[in-house]
Protein backbone atom coordinates (compact mmCIF):
# COMPACT_ATOMS: atom_id res chain seq x y z
CA UNK A 1 0.00 0.00 0.00
CA UNK A 2 1.15 3.99 -0.64
CA UNK A 3 1.27 5.47 2.42
CA UNK A 4 2.82 8.93 3.20
CA UNK A 5 3.57 11.06 6.82
CA UNK A 6 3.10 14.50 6.82
CA UNK A 7 6.73 14.76 7.25
CA UNK A 8 7.67 13.10 3.75
CA UNK A 9 4.93 14.48 2.36
CA UNK A 10 6.53 18.09 3.44
CA UNK A 11 9.94 16.38 1.82
CA UNK A 12 8.14 15.49 -0.79
CA UNK A 13 7.31 18.97 -2.21
CA UNK A 14 9.45 21.40 -0.69
CA UNK A 15 11.35 21.84 -4.33
CA UNK A 16 8.21 22.71 -5.43
CA UNK A 17 7.60 24.83 -2.21
CA UNK A 18 10.89 26.34 -2.76
CA UNK A 19 10.35 27.32 -6.39
CA UNK A 20 7.10 28.90 -5.91
CA UNK A 21 8.63 31.05 -2.64
CA UNK A 22 11.10 32.00 -4.88
CA UNK A 23 9.55 33.38 -8.06
CA UNK A 24 5.78 33.90 -7.81
CA UNK A 25 5.82 35.64 -3.73
CA UNK A 26 8.72 37.78 -5.03
CA UNK A 27 7.16 38.76 -8.27
CA UNK A 28 3.46 39.14 -6.18
CA UNK A 29 5.85 41.16 -3.32
CA UNK A 30 6.56 43.37 -6.37
CA UNK A 31 3.63 44.06 -7.23
CA UNK A 32 1.70 44.74 -3.76
CA UNK A 33 4.66 46.99 -2.95
CA UNK A 34 4.50 49.55 -6.36
CA UNK A 35 0.42 49.36 -5.94
CA UNK A 36 0.91 50.58 -1.70
CA UNK A 37 3.34 53.39 -3.12
CA UNK A 38 1.08 54.16 -6.21
CA UNK A 39 -1.78 54.56 -3.65
CA UNK A 40 -0.08 56.15 -1.42
CA UNK A 41 1.38 58.86 -3.92
CA UNK A 42 -1.23 59.07 -5.84
CA UNK A 43 -3.73 60.47 -3.05
CA UNK A 44 -1.42 62.59 -1.78
CA UNK A 45 -1.03 64.31 -5.56
CA UNK A 46 -4.70 64.46 -5.59
CA UNK A 47 -4.89 66.08 -2.31
CA UNK A 48 -2.45 68.66 -3.71
CA UNK A 49 -4.83 69.38 -6.86
CA UNK A 50 -2.88 67.04 -9.18
CA UNK A 51 -2.99 64.30 -11.08
CA UNK A 52 -3.04 60.48 -10.03
CA UNK A 53 -0.80 59.79 -12.67
CA UNK A 54 2.19 61.73 -11.54
CA UNK A 55 1.94 60.10 -8.19
CA UNK A 56 1.85 56.56 -9.93
CA UNK A 57 5.04 57.11 -11.59
CA UNK A 58 6.84 58.54 -8.85
CA UNK A 59 5.72 55.65 -6.50
CA UNK A 60 7.77 53.83 -9.44
CA UNK A 61 10.68 55.73 -9.58
CA UNK A 62 11.20 55.35 -5.58
CA UNK A 63 10.48 51.97 -5.02
CA UNK A 64 12.37 50.88 -8.35
CA UNK A 65 16.06 49.78 -8.89
CA UNK A 66 17.46 52.61 -8.87
CA UNK A 67 16.19 54.81 -5.91
CA UNK A 68 15.55 52.23 -2.79
CA UNK A 69 15.79 49.15 -4.57
CA UNK A 70 12.33 47.42 -3.35
CA UNK A 71 10.90 45.82 -6.54
CA UNK A 72 13.77 45.16 -9.05
CA UNK A 73 11.90 42.74 -11.66
CA UNK A 74 11.30 45.28 -13.73
CA UNK A 75 10.59 43.96 -16.84
CA UNK A 76 8.56 41.46 -15.72
CA UNK A 77 6.14 43.97 -14.29
CA UNK A 78 6.28 45.70 -17.42
CA UNK A 79 5.29 43.31 -19.54
CA UNK A 80 2.12 42.65 -17.20
CA UNK A 81 1.40 46.13 -16.57
CA UNK A 82 1.35 46.62 -20.87
CA UNK A 83 -2.04 43.92 -20.19
CA UNK A 84 -3.25 47.25 -18.50
CA UNK A 85 -2.70 49.33 -21.79
CA UNK A 86 -4.46 47.09 -23.72
CA UNK A 87 -7.05 46.73 -21.26
CA UNK A 88 -7.66 50.36 -21.58
CA UNK A 89 -8.04 50.27 -24.84
CA UNK A 90 -10.17 47.50 -25.19
CA UNK A 91 -12.59 49.49 -22.96
CA UNK A 92 -12.44 52.52 -25.00
CA UNK A 93 -13.54 50.60 -28.17
CA UNK A 94 -16.35 49.54 -26.65
CA UNK A 95 -17.41 52.88 -26.19
CA UNK A 96 -16.12 53.53 -30.11
CA UNK A 97 -18.93 51.51 -32.48
CA UNK A 98 -17.59 51.56 -36.02
CA UNK A 99 -20.21 54.37 -36.85
CA UNK A 100 -18.29 56.14 -34.19
CA UNK A 101 -15.64 55.65 -35.57
CA UNK A 102 -16.41 57.00 -39.26
CA UNK A 103 -17.52 60.00 -38.23
CA UNK A 104 -14.34 60.86 -36.55
CA UNK A 105 -13.39 61.93 -40.55
CA UNK A 106 -10.43 62.06 -42.30
CA UNK A 107 -8.56 64.42 -40.27
CA UNK A 108 -7.06 61.97 -37.47
CA UNK A 109 -6.32 59.51 -40.23
CA UNK A 110 -4.51 61.55 -42.37
CA UNK A 111 -2.91 64.29 -39.81
CA UNK A 112 -1.92 60.81 -38.10
CA UNK A 113 -0.35 59.30 -41.06
CA UNK A 114 1.50 62.94 -41.95
CA UNK A 115 2.49 63.18 -37.62
CA UNK A 116 4.27 59.94 -37.48
CA UNK A 117 6.21 60.57 -41.02
CA UNK A 118 6.86 64.00 -39.75
CA UNK A 119 8.12 63.46 -36.07
CA UNK A 120 10.40 60.76 -37.42
CA UNK A 121 12.11 62.58 -39.94
CA UNK A 122 12.44 65.48 -37.69
CA UNK A 123 14.10 63.05 -35.06
CA UNK A 124 16.67 61.71 -37.78
CA UNK A 125 17.15 64.69 -39.03
CA UNK A 126 18.14 66.63 -35.36
CA UNK A 127 19.92 63.61 -34.19
CA UNK A 128 22.13 63.26 -37.46
CA UNK A 129 23.15 66.74 -37.09
CA UNK A 130 24.14 65.77 -33.51
CA UNK A 131 26.87 63.22 -35.02
CA UNK A 132 24.89 60.44 -34.05
CA UNK A 133 24.81 56.98 -36.38
CA UNK A 134 21.73 56.79 -39.37
CA UNK A 135 20.66 53.30 -37.30
CA UNK A 136 20.78 55.33 -33.79
CA UNK A 137 19.11 58.57 -35.59
CA UNK A 138 16.00 56.37 -36.89
CA UNK A 139 15.59 54.60 -33.67
CA UNK A 140 15.06 58.05 -32.12
CA UNK A 141 13.11 59.65 -34.55
CA UNK A 142 10.56 55.82 -34.22
CA UNK A 143 10.66 56.35 -30.23
CA UNK A 144 9.50 60.52 -30.65
CA UNK A 145 6.69 60.05 -33.23
CA UNK A 146 4.89 57.87 -30.74
CA UNK A 147 2.57 59.66 -28.18
CA UNK A 148 0.95 58.32 -24.96
CA UNK A 149 -2.61 56.35 -25.92
CA UNK A 150 -2.65 55.38 -21.91
CA UNK A 151 -1.92 58.73 -20.39
CA UNK A 152 -4.31 60.89 -23.07
CA UNK A 153 -7.00 59.07 -23.57
CA UNK A 154 -7.13 58.45 -19.34
CA UNK A 155 -7.06 62.29 -18.67
CA UNK A 156 -9.58 62.97 -21.45
CA UNK A 157 -12.05 60.15 -20.31
CA UNK A 158 -11.63 61.33 -16.45
CA UNK A 159 -12.03 65.01 -17.85
CA UNK A 160 -14.79 64.21 -20.23
CA UNK A 161 -13.40 65.80 -23.13
CA UNK A 162 -13.14 62.22 -25.26
CA UNK A 163 -15.88 63.56 -27.46
CA UNK A 164 -14.45 67.26 -27.65
CA UNK A 165 -13.41 68.56 -30.98
CA UNK A 166 -9.52 68.07 -29.68
CA UNK A 167 -10.18 65.05 -27.61
CA UNK A 168 -11.76 63.09 -31.11
CA UNK A 169 -9.08 63.95 -32.87
CA UNK A 170 -6.45 63.02 -30.34
CA UNK A 171 -7.70 59.70 -30.09
CA UNK A 172 -7.76 59.12 -34.00
CA UNK A 173 -4.00 60.08 -34.28
CA UNK A 174 -3.44 58.09 -31.49
CA UNK A 175 -4.88 55.11 -32.94
CA UNK A 176 -2.91 55.86 -36.71
CA UNK A 177 0.09 56.12 -33.81
CA UNK A 178 -0.84 52.22 -32.74
CA UNK A 179 -0.99 50.80 -36.14
CA UNK A 180 2.49 52.58 -37.06
CA UNK A 181 3.89 50.60 -33.90
CA UNK A 182 4.13 47.64 -36.05
CA UNK A 183 6.15 48.86 -39.01
CA UNK A 184 8.38 50.86 -36.82
CA UNK A 185 9.11 47.58 -35.00
CA UNK A 186 10.16 45.99 -37.73
CA UNK A 187 12.30 48.63 -38.65
CA UNK A 188 14.20 49.12 -35.48
CA UNK A 189 14.60 44.84 -35.55
CA UNK A 190 15.12 44.95 -39.22
CA UNK A 191 18.09 47.95 -38.24
CA UNK A 192 19.71 46.08 -34.80
CA UNK A 193 19.98 42.43 -36.98
CA UNK A 194 21.18 43.73 -40.12
CA UNK A 195 17.93 43.02 -42.29
CA UNK A 196 17.58 44.21 -46.02
CA UNK A 197 14.44 47.08 -46.78
CA UNK A 198 13.13 44.28 -49.02
CA UNK A 199 12.84 41.87 -46.28
CA UNK A 200 10.99 44.96 -43.88
CA UNK A 201 8.65 45.16 -46.74
CA UNK A 202 7.40 41.14 -46.73
CA UNK A 203 7.55 41.40 -43.22
CA UNK A 204 4.77 44.33 -43.05
CA UNK A 205 2.88 43.00 -45.92
CA UNK A 206 2.79 40.04 -44.08
CA UNK A 207 1.60 41.60 -40.76
CA UNK A 208 -1.22 43.86 -43.03
CA UNK A 209 -2.51 40.66 -44.13
CA UNK A 210 -2.67 39.29 -40.46
CA UNK A 211 -4.41 41.86 -39.21
CA UNK A 212 -7.38 41.85 -41.98
CA UNK A 213 -7.52 37.54 -41.08
CA UNK A 214 -7.63 38.78 -37.58
CA UNK A 215 -10.51 41.25 -38.00
CA UNK A 216 -12.04 38.72 -39.98
CA UNK A 217 -11.82 36.50 -37.14
CA UNK A 218 -13.20 38.65 -34.72
CA UNK A 219 -15.68 40.25 -36.49
CA UNK A 220 -17.11 36.53 -37.28
CA UNK A 221 -16.59 35.94 -33.49
CA UNK A 222 -18.56 38.53 -32.40
CA UNK A 223 -21.45 38.53 -34.42
CA UNK A 224 -22.34 35.14 -34.57
CA UNK A 225 -21.10 32.98 -32.25
CA UNK A 226 -20.92 35.64 -29.02
CA UNK A 227 -24.60 36.32 -28.91
CA UNK A 228 -25.67 33.12 -28.94
CA UNK A 229 -23.88 32.30 -25.74
CA UNK A 230 -24.93 35.23 -23.97
CA UNK A 231 -28.07 34.11 -24.06
CA UNK A 232 -27.82 30.80 -22.42
CA UNK A 233 -29.65 30.57 -19.50
CA UNK A 234 -26.43 29.84 -16.96
CA UNK A 235 -24.78 32.93 -18.00
CA UNK A 236 -27.83 34.88 -17.02
CA UNK A 237 -27.94 32.58 -13.01
CA UNK A 238 -24.56 33.11 -12.45
CA UNK A 239 -22.90 36.75 -12.56
CA UNK A 240 -19.89 34.73 -12.48
CA UNK A 241 -19.83 33.36 -15.95
CA UNK A 242 -20.47 37.02 -17.56
CA UNK A 243 -17.48 38.38 -15.45
CA UNK A 244 -15.02 35.46 -16.99
CA UNK A 245 -16.47 35.65 -20.41
CA UNK A 246 -15.51 39.35 -20.61
CA UNK A 247 -12.11 39.08 -18.94
CA UNK A 248 -11.25 36.16 -21.08
CA UNK A 249 -12.87 38.29 -24.07
CA UNK A 250 -10.55 41.54 -23.31
CA UNK A 251 -7.54 40.07 -22.24
CA UNK A 252 -7.84 37.43 -25.17
CA UNK A 253 -8.06 40.11 -27.70
CA UNK A 254 -4.75 41.74 -26.79
CA UNK A 255 -2.78 38.14 -26.76
CA UNK A 256 -4.36 37.08 -30.28
CA UNK A 257 -3.19 40.80 -31.48
CA UNK A 258 0.27 39.76 -30.24
CA UNK A 259 0.29 35.88 -31.44
CA UNK A 260 -0.73 37.76 -35.18
CA UNK A 261 2.52 39.94 -34.67
CA UNK A 262 0.37 42.93 -33.55
CA UNK A 263 -0.15 45.81 -31.29
CA UNK A 264 -1.39 43.89 -28.12
CA UNK A 265 -3.87 47.50 -27.18
CA UNK A 266 -4.17 48.13 -30.91
CA UNK A 267 -5.86 44.50 -31.38
CA UNK A 268 -8.03 44.73 -27.94
CA UNK A 269 -9.04 48.14 -29.17
CA UNK A 270 -10.78 46.64 -32.59
CA UNK A 271 -12.17 44.24 -30.59
CA UNK A 272 -13.94 46.27 -28.64
CA UNK A 273 -14.80 48.23 -31.27
CA UNK A 274 -16.30 45.15 -33.47
CA UNK A 275 -18.15 44.44 -29.41
CA UNK A 276 -19.60 47.62 -29.43
CA UNK A 277 -22.63 47.19 -31.28
CA UNK A 278 -23.57 44.50 -28.58
CA UNK A 279 -26.00 45.19 -26.21
CA UNK A 280 -23.49 43.18 -23.98
CA UNK A 281 -20.87 46.50 -24.54
CA UNK A 282 -22.21 48.42 -21.33
CA UNK A 283 -21.83 45.52 -18.94
CA UNK A 284 -18.67 44.10 -20.21
CA UNK A 285 -16.91 47.51 -20.12
CA UNK A 286 -18.14 47.43 -16.26
CA UNK A 287 -16.75 43.90 -15.81
CA UNK A 288 -13.58 44.53 -16.55
CA UNK A 289 -12.88 47.80 -15.13
CA UNK A 290 -11.46 46.75 -11.78
CA UNK A 291 -8.77 45.31 -13.68
CA UNK A 292 -8.17 47.66 -15.62
CA UNK A 293 -7.54 49.87 -13.11
CA UNK A 294 -5.10 47.70 -11.41
CA UNK A 295 -3.02 47.09 -14.20
CA UNK A 296 -3.13 50.71 -15.22
CA UNK A 297 -2.12 51.94 -12.06
CA UNK A 298 0.64 49.42 -12.37
CA UNK A 299 2.06 50.01 -15.80
CA UNK A 300 2.33 54.06 -15.09
CA UNK A 301 4.19 52.76 -12.04
CA UNK A 302 6.72 50.13 -13.98
CA UNK A 303 6.89 53.51 -16.05
CA UNK A 304 8.56 55.40 -13.36
CA UNK A 305 10.53 52.28 -12.59
CA UNK A 306 13.00 53.25 -15.46
CA UNK A 307 13.83 56.53 -14.01
CA UNK A 308 17.48 56.95 -12.44
CA UNK A 309 17.67 59.88 -10.42
CA UNK A 310 21.38 59.79 -10.07
CA UNK A 311 21.52 59.94 -13.57
CA UNK A 312 19.48 62.73 -14.32
CA UNK A 313 20.60 65.01 -11.76
CA UNK A 314 23.96 64.56 -12.87
CA UNK A 315 23.22 65.27 -16.80
CA UNK A 316 19.69 67.77 -15.90
CA UNK A 317 20.80 69.96 -18.94
CA UNK A 318 20.72 67.30 -21.23
CA UNK A 319 17.48 65.96 -20.17
CA UNK A 320 15.70 69.22 -20.00
CA UNK A 321 16.89 70.32 -23.22
CA UNK A 322 15.83 66.97 -25.35
CA UNK A 323 12.29 67.60 -23.45
CA UNK A 324 11.84 71.06 -24.45
CA UNK A 325 12.61 69.61 -27.93
CA UNK A 326 10.27 66.82 -28.10
CA UNK A 327 7.30 68.85 -26.83
CA UNK A 328 8.03 71.81 -28.64
CA UNK A 329 8.59 69.78 -31.83
CA UNK A 330 5.59 67.31 -31.38
CA UNK A 331 3.60 70.68 -30.55
CA UNK A 332 4.24 72.09 -33.56
CA UNK A 333 4.36 69.50 -35.93
CA UNK A 334 0.61 68.26 -34.70
CA UNK A 335 -0.98 71.79 -34.42
CA UNK A 336 0.65 72.62 -38.38
CA UNK A 337 -0.79 68.75 -39.86
CA UNK A 338 -4.07 69.34 -38.08
CA UNK A 339 -4.68 72.70 -39.30
CA UNK A 340 -3.69 72.01 -42.54
CA UNK A 341 -5.82 69.11 -43.03
CA UNK A 342 -8.84 70.91 -41.86
CA UNK A 343 -9.08 71.34 -38.31
CA UNK A 344 -9.47 75.20 -36.81
CA UNK A 345 -6.81 76.37 -35.52
CA UNK A 346 -8.30 76.39 -31.60
CA UNK A 347 -9.23 72.60 -32.11
CA UNK A 348 -5.50 71.91 -33.76
CA UNK A 349 -3.48 73.58 -30.33
CA UNK A 350 -5.74 71.72 -28.05
CA UNK A 351 -4.65 68.35 -30.01
CA UNK A 352 -0.89 69.15 -30.15
CA UNK A 353 -1.02 70.14 -26.53
CA UNK A 354 -2.77 66.88 -26.02
CA UNK A 355 -0.04 65.03 -27.95
CA UNK A 356 3.06 66.72 -27.06
CA UNK A 357 5.03 63.94 -25.24
CA UNK A 358 6.55 60.39 -25.50
CA UNK A 359 4.45 56.96 -25.64
CA UNK A 360 4.44 54.05 -23.58
CA UNK A 361 5.24 52.10 -26.61
CA UNK A 362 8.56 53.98 -26.86
CA UNK A 363 9.81 52.12 -24.38
CA UNK A 364 8.93 48.98 -26.39
CA UNK A 365 11.09 50.56 -28.92
CA UNK A 366 14.02 51.47 -26.79
CA UNK A 367 14.24 47.88 -25.34
CA UNK A 368 14.43 46.90 -28.70
CA UNK A 369 16.90 49.11 -30.32
CA UNK A 370 19.22 48.61 -26.60
CA UNK A 371 19.16 45.22 -27.53
CA UNK A 372 22.45 43.68 -25.68
CA UNK A 373 24.65 46.06 -24.93
CA UNK A 374 28.44 44.84 -26.12
CA UNK A 375 26.88 42.35 -28.62
CA UNK A 376 23.90 44.07 -31.17
CA UNK A 377 22.48 47.40 -30.22
CA UNK A 378 21.79 50.53 -31.59
CA UNK A 379 21.06 52.94 -28.54
CA UNK A 380 24.30 53.74 -26.95
CA UNK A 381 23.75 53.38 -22.85
CA UNK A 382 23.66 57.09 -22.56
CA UNK A 383 21.19 58.05 -25.27
CA UNK A 384 19.10 54.90 -23.92
CA UNK A 385 18.75 56.80 -20.45
CA UNK A 386 18.46 60.51 -21.90
CA UNK A 387 15.55 59.45 -23.71
CA UNK A 388 13.95 57.27 -20.62
CA UNK A 389 14.38 60.35 -18.49
CA UNK A 390 12.76 62.42 -21.22
CA UNK A 391 9.98 60.23 -22.00
CA UNK A 392 9.08 59.61 -18.08
CA UNK A 393 9.47 63.93 -17.96
CA UNK A 394 6.73 64.27 -21.10
CA UNK A 395 4.57 61.84 -19.42
CA UNK A 396 4.70 63.90 -15.95
CA UNK A 397 3.79 67.20 -18.08
CA UNK A 398 1.02 65.63 -20.00
CA UNK A 399 -1.19 66.31 -17.25
CA UNK A 400 -1.20 69.80 -17.15
CA UNK A 401 -0.61 70.21 -20.79
CA UNK A 402 -3.74 68.75 -21.51
CA UNK A 403 -5.81 71.02 -18.23
CA UNK A 404 -4.20 73.71 -20.72
CA UNK A 405 -5.43 72.36 -24.51
CA UNK A 406 -9.64 73.82 -23.98
CA UNK A 407 -8.29 77.22 -22.84
CA UNK A 408 -4.96 77.53 -24.72
CA UNK A 409 -7.15 79.15 -27.77
CA UNK A 410 -8.95 81.51 -25.93
CA UNK A 411 -5.67 82.65 -23.82
CA UNK A 412 -3.89 83.06 -26.99
CA UNK A 413 -6.67 85.05 -28.79
CA UNK A 414 -6.34 87.51 -25.41
CA UNK A 415 -3.26 88.01 -25.84
CA UNK A 416 -2.78 88.57 -29.20
CA UNK A 417 -6.29 90.72 -29.02
CA UNK A 418 -6.31 94.26 -30.81
CA UNK A 419 -5.75 97.69 -28.49
CA UNK A 420 -9.83 99.40 -27.88
CA UNK A 421 -9.23 101.73 -30.61
CA UNK A 422 -9.00 99.90 -33.40
CA UNK A 423 -12.08 98.55 -35.18
CA UNK A 424 -12.10 94.75 -34.89
CA UNK A 425 -13.39 93.17 -38.55
CA UNK A 426 -13.33 89.87 -37.58
CA UNK A 427 -16.97 88.27 -37.31
CA UNK A 428 -18.15 87.69 -33.97
CA UNK A 429 -19.01 83.92 -34.76
CA UNK A 430 -15.79 83.53 -35.60
CA UNK A 431 -14.40 84.95 -32.64
CA UNK A 432 -16.63 82.00 -30.36
CA UNK A 433 -16.01 78.80 -33.00
CA UNK A 434 -13.93 77.48 -30.48
CA UNK A 435 -16.47 77.23 -28.07
CA UNK A 436 -19.07 74.14 -28.28
CA UNK A 437 -22.62 74.86 -28.28
CA UNK A 438 -23.96 74.59 -24.68
CA UNK A 439 -26.17 71.84 -24.69
CA UNK A 440 -29.76 71.71 -23.26
CA UNK A 441 -30.17 70.52 -19.58
CA UNK A 442 -31.31 66.96 -19.99
CA UNK A 443 -34.62 65.23 -19.14
CA UNK A 444 -33.34 61.71 -19.42
CA UNK A 445 -35.20 59.10 -16.78
CA UNK A 446 -33.46 55.91 -16.39
CA UNK A 447 -35.68 53.14 -15.32
CA UNK A 448 -33.68 50.20 -13.55
CA UNK A 449 -35.34 47.23 -13.99
CA UNK A 450 -38.25 46.23 -17.02
CA UNK A 451 -40.28 43.47 -15.87
CA UNK A 452 -44.15 43.97 -15.27
CA UNK A 453 -43.90 47.08 -13.05
CA UNK A 454 -40.80 48.73 -15.19
CA UNK A 455 -42.61 48.43 -18.08
CA UNK A 456 -46.23 49.74 -17.02
CA UNK A 457 -44.35 52.70 -15.53
CA UNK A 458 -42.64 53.49 -19.12
CA UNK A 459 -46.08 52.64 -20.56
CA UNK A 460 -47.15 55.67 -18.60
CA UNK A 461 -44.73 57.58 -18.92
CA UNK A 462 -44.88 57.43 -23.23
CA UNK A 463 -48.38 58.17 -22.74
CA UNK A 464 -47.68 61.65 -21.37
CA UNK A 465 -44.83 62.51 -24.04
CA UNK A 466 -42.09 61.67 -22.33
CA UNK A 467 -39.73 59.31 -24.30
CA UNK A 468 -36.25 60.41 -23.22
CA UNK A 469 -36.24 56.79 -21.13
CA UNK A 470 -33.27 54.61 -21.11
CA UNK A 471 -33.88 51.33 -19.51
CA UNK A 472 -31.37 48.85 -17.52
CA UNK A 473 -31.87 45.48 -17.11
CA UNK A 474 -30.00 42.01 -16.63
CA UNK A 475 -32.64 40.31 -18.54
CA UNK A 476 -32.10 39.95 -22.53
CA UNK A 477 -36.13 39.05 -22.75
CA UNK A 478 -37.20 42.29 -21.45
CA UNK A 479 -34.68 44.18 -23.32
CA UNK A 480 -36.28 42.83 -26.23
CA UNK A 481 -39.31 44.34 -25.24
CA UNK A 482 -38.42 47.73 -24.27
CA UNK A 483 -36.45 47.80 -27.30
CA UNK A 484 -40.04 47.26 -28.87
CA UNK A 485 -41.40 50.13 -26.86
CA UNK A 486 -38.79 52.16 -28.63
CA UNK A 487 -36.81 52.93 -25.66
CA UNK A 488 -32.78 53.02 -25.01
CA UNK A 489 -32.17 49.66 -23.98
CA UNK A 490 -28.73 48.77 -22.21
CA UNK A 491 -27.59 45.34 -20.30
CA UNK A 492 -26.24 46.00 -17.39
CA UNK A 493 -25.96 45.75 -13.66
CA UNK A 494 -27.35 48.35 -12.00
CA UNK A 495 -24.96 48.45 -9.06
CA UNK A 496 -21.79 49.04 -10.98
CA UNK A 497 -21.03 52.96 -11.41
CA UNK A 498 -19.65 52.58 -14.81
CA UNK A 499 -23.01 50.89 -15.96
CA UNK A 500 -24.78 54.04 -14.46
CA UNK A 501 -22.55 56.10 -15.89
CA UNK A 502 -22.74 55.04 -19.59
CA UNK A 503 -26.66 55.08 -19.08
CA UNK A 504 -26.29 59.23 -18.23
CA UNK A 505 -26.56 59.29 -14.74
CA UNK A 506 -24.80 62.51 -14.70
CA UNK A 507 -27.64 64.48 -16.92
CA UNK A 508 -30.52 62.45 -15.93
CA UNK A 509 -33.52 63.94 -13.97
CA UNK A 510 -35.08 60.85 -12.73
CA UNK A 511 -34.06 57.27 -11.92
CA UNK A 512 -36.81 54.94 -11.23
CA UNK A 513 -36.09 51.72 -9.51
CA UNK A 514 -38.37 48.84 -10.20
CA UNK A 515 -35.97 45.94 -8.78
CA UNK A 516 -37.71 43.77 -6.34
CA UNK A 517 -35.04 43.10 -3.91
CA UNK A 518 -33.87 46.11 -0.95
CA UNK A 519 -30.30 45.25 -0.81
CA UNK A 520 -30.09 46.11 -4.67
CA UNK A 521 -32.33 48.86 -4.31
CA UNK A 522 -30.32 50.38 -1.34
CA UNK A 523 -26.79 49.98 -3.11
CA UNK A 524 -28.57 51.77 -5.87
CA UNK A 525 -29.69 54.65 -3.61
CA UNK A 526 -26.64 55.07 -2.73
CA UNK A 527 -24.59 54.91 -5.52
CA UNK A 528 -27.02 57.18 -7.66
CA UNK A 529 -26.82 60.30 -4.71
CA UNK A 530 -23.09 59.57 -4.68
CA UNK A 531 -22.47 60.25 -8.13
CA UNK A 532 -25.52 62.45 -8.99
CA UNK A 533 -27.09 64.41 -5.49
CA UNK A 534 -29.40 66.64 -7.37
CA UNK A 535 -31.23 63.17 -9.35
CA UNK A 536 -34.80 62.18 -8.24
CA UNK A 537 -35.11 59.21 -7.25
CA UNK A 538 -38.76 56.90 -7.15
CA UNK A 539 -38.30 53.80 -5.70
CA UNK A 540 -40.22 50.23 -5.10
CA UNK A 541 -40.39 48.80 -1.84
CA UNK A 542 -41.90 45.30 -1.92
CA UNK A 543 -42.52 44.75 1.50
CA UNK A 544 -43.42 47.23 4.41
CA UNK A 545 -40.53 46.48 6.36
CA UNK A 546 -38.04 48.16 4.13
CA UNK A 547 -39.86 50.81 3.79
CA UNK A 548 -37.80 53.34 6.40
CA UNK A 549 -34.00 51.49 5.12
CA UNK A 550 -34.89 52.97 1.50
CA UNK A 551 -36.07 56.03 2.93
CA UNK A 552 -32.81 56.26 5.07
CA UNK A 553 -30.83 55.54 2.19
CA UNK A 554 -32.03 58.79 0.11
CA UNK A 555 -35.25 57.91 -1.96
CA UNK A 556 -37.60 60.64 -2.80
CA UNK A 557 -40.25 58.80 -3.16
CA UNK A 558 -41.25 55.15 -1.92
CA UNK A 559 -44.24 53.16 -3.74
CA UNK A 560 -44.54 50.35 -0.61
CA UNK A 561 -46.36 47.40 -2.49
CA UNK A 562 -48.19 46.42 0.91
CA UNK A 563 -49.50 49.56 1.47
CA UNK A 564 -50.67 50.33 -1.96
CA UNK A 565 -51.90 46.51 -2.57
CA UNK A 566 -54.38 47.17 1.14
CA UNK A 567 -55.39 50.46 -0.76
CA UNK A 568 -56.23 49.39 -4.39
CA UNK A 569 -57.78 46.06 -2.16
CA UNK A 570 -60.13 48.95 -0.31
CA UNK A 571 -60.72 50.69 -3.32
CA UNK A 572 -61.65 48.11 -6.14
CA UNK A 573 -64.12 46.71 -2.81
CA UNK A 574 -65.83 50.35 -2.71
CA UNK A 575 -66.66 50.73 -6.36
CA UNK A 576 -68.07 46.56 -6.66
CA UNK A 577 -71.76 46.34 -6.03
CA UNK A 578 -71.10 44.07 -2.95
CA UNK A 579 -69.94 47.11 -1.07
CA UNK A 580 -73.42 48.74 -2.33
CA UNK A 581 -74.97 45.64 -1.18
CA UNK A 582 -73.25 45.28 2.04
CA UNK A 583 -73.98 49.42 2.45
CA UNK A 584 -77.91 49.48 1.85
CA UNK A 585 -78.13 46.58 4.26
CA UNK A 586 -75.95 48.43 6.93
CA UNK A 587 -78.05 51.57 6.21
CA UNK A 588 -81.48 49.87 6.57
CA UNK A 589 -80.48 47.73 9.76
CA UNK A 590 -79.32 51.39 11.45
CA UNK A 591 -82.81 52.67 10.20
CA UNK A 592 -84.57 49.99 12.19
CA UNK A 593 -82.33 50.16 14.97
CA UNK A 594 -83.44 53.78 15.41
CA UNK A 595 -87.10 53.27 14.22
CA UNK A 596 -87.03 50.86 17.42
CA UNK A 597 -85.34 52.80 19.58
CA UNK A 598 -87.71 55.66 19.28
Known amino acids: MFHLTSGSLLLEFSPMLAVTDGTMWKSLAGILILLGAALLLGTIA ?30 DIFDLAELGVALLLFAIGLEFSLPRLRRLGRVPLLAGSLQVIFTLLAGLAVATLLGFSIAESLAVGAMIALSSTACVVRMLNDRAELDSPHGRTALGILLVQDIAVIPLMLIVTALLNGGTPGEVIVQLGLSLLLAAVFVSVFYGLFNFVLPRVLELSS ?17 GSAWSA ?28 ADVQPLKTVLVTLFFAAVGMFADLAWIAGHLGLVLAVVAAIVLGKLVITFGLTYLCGLPWQFALGTGLCLAQVGE ?17 ILSESTFRAMIAATIATLLLTPYLIQLAPGAANLIRRLTQRKPDQPDTQPAAAMTSAEPPAKPESETIIILGFG ?5 VAGELLQVGLKQIVVIDLNHENLQIAKQYGLDAQLGDATQIEVLEHAGLYRARLVIITLPSPTVGRQVIHLVRQMAPGTSLYVRCRYHLHHWQLLAAGADVIVDEEEHVGECLAQQFLESSLYQLLSRSSREKEENRDSHSS
Not at 235 to 251: G, K, S, T, V
Not at 361 to 377: C, I, K, M, W
Open 258 to 285: HQFGLSPALGAFVAGVLLAISPFATQIR
Open 452 to 456: PAGQR
Open 361 to 377: FSFVLATVARGEPGVSS
Open 235 to 251: LRRNRDFPILLAMLMAA
Open 46 to 75: EQLRQSALLGYIAAGTLVGPNMFGWVSNQK
